[in-house]
């Protein structure tokens, strides 16, 4: 059974920083891709961060600069750190497995003063 759990969201004002985290289980997770989406009220959900078995990344370009995605696969986890948060990031975001319909329950994050 696969089960991804996201952790890590909140209230934060801008120009803060938060890290998310995404423990995976029922995967191998070493060989597996993985990606951070973002969903705003109102709006379809986005790719934010995606990640390669072999460590290659890429960014929306709303998130460039600002944000790293990263893993360590000792943990089973992948983590998406957001620095210089803006208003317009808050959502809720959302571990995906990659080409894959699992995903985690999400986890909110507000930008807000």
């Known amino acids: 059974q696969v089960l991804l759990v996201e952790s890590g969201g909140g209230l934060v004002q801008p120009g803060g920083s938060l890290r998310l985290s995404c423990s995976a289980s029922g995967i191998r997770f070493s060989i597996s891709d993985m990606a951070w989406y973002r969903q705003a009220p109102g709006r379809q959900r986005e790719l934010v961060a995606g990640?390669?078995?072999?460590?290659?990344?890429n960014y929306a370009d709303s998130v460039k600069g600002r944000f790293t995605i990263s893993r360590d696969n000792a943990k089973n986890t992948v983590y998406l750190q957001m620095n210089n948060l803006k208003p317009e990031d808050t959502a809720v975001y959302y571990c995906?497995?990659?080409?894959?319909?699992?995903w985690g329950q999400g986890t909110q994050v507000t930008v807000s003063s």
């Open positions: 990640i390669t078995s072999g460590g290659n990344t």
């Open positions: 995906n497995l990659r080409a894959t319909t699992y």
